[in-house]
């Protein structure tokens, strides 16, 4: 079964009325659910029975359509959220694997993409192949990282500060690792 991109679906949902053709089976109602989503506004009478309507807000469940400030505050949200779950796991398996972590340590991506503790621990060589054996915990630390770059952008960019203009966005090359320690982790810039 092959799919078409969200934008060639209402190109031919807006064309297939002018040139008599027949979008058929899933995407066309899918197309067709776009096309009048994208072209009637919220104020149906649907939206005034408490129910989305059929405009952008419905697609958005009722809400309204966000803005960079409402989806900066669900990426931050997102993100404590993928801290909490980092650090249960990882102090999971630091208990499991009996690795002592009292003083706390640094994580980050080297060059190579590969996790590396950058401080506080005589234990780096075991904590880094933790990372290396549970692809769980390697998940979530590229999730935080990728959620914190993007929140350090828009920061950037509401601040009216740009960084690293037109150069790709990496991992290593953004200066956010992540500080564990046996209360919390949390985002640290080096």
Do not use: Y
């Not at 009478?45 to 469940?61: D, H, M, Q, R, Y």
């Not at 990282?145 to 990496?170: F, M, R, Y």
């Amino acid at each position: 079964m092959s799919f078409l991109p969200i934008q060639a679906i209402g190109a031919l949902a807006a064309a297939a009325p002018v040139a008599e053709a027949v979008i058929e089976g899933a995407s066309a109602t899918f197309a067709g659910l776009l096309n009048v989503a994208t072209s009637r506004g919220s104020e149906t009478p649907a939206a005034e029975s408490g129910k989305p309507g059929l405009g952008l807000e419905g697609l958005n469940g009722g809400r309204p359509v966000t803005s960079a400030g409402t989806a900066a505050e669900r990426l931050r949200t997102q993100t404590e959220l993928f801290l909490q779950q980092f650090h249960q796991l990882l102090a999971q398996l630091l208990e499991e694997n009996d690795i002592d972590a009292a003083d706390g340590f640094t994580l980050q991506a080297d060059e190579l993409g590969q996790i590396r503790v950058t401080g506080g621990n005589g234990e780096s060589l075991s904590i880094e192949e933790l990372f290396t054996s549970n692809p769980e915990l390697r998940q979530l630390f590229d999730k935080i990282i990728a959620n914190a770059s993007l929140l350090k952008s828009l920061d950037s960019s509401a601040a009216g500060t740009t960084s690293n203009s037109g150069a790709p966005s990496s991992q290593t090359s953004n200066g956010l690792g992540l500080a564990f320690n046996s209360e919390q982790a949390t985002v640290a810039l080096s």
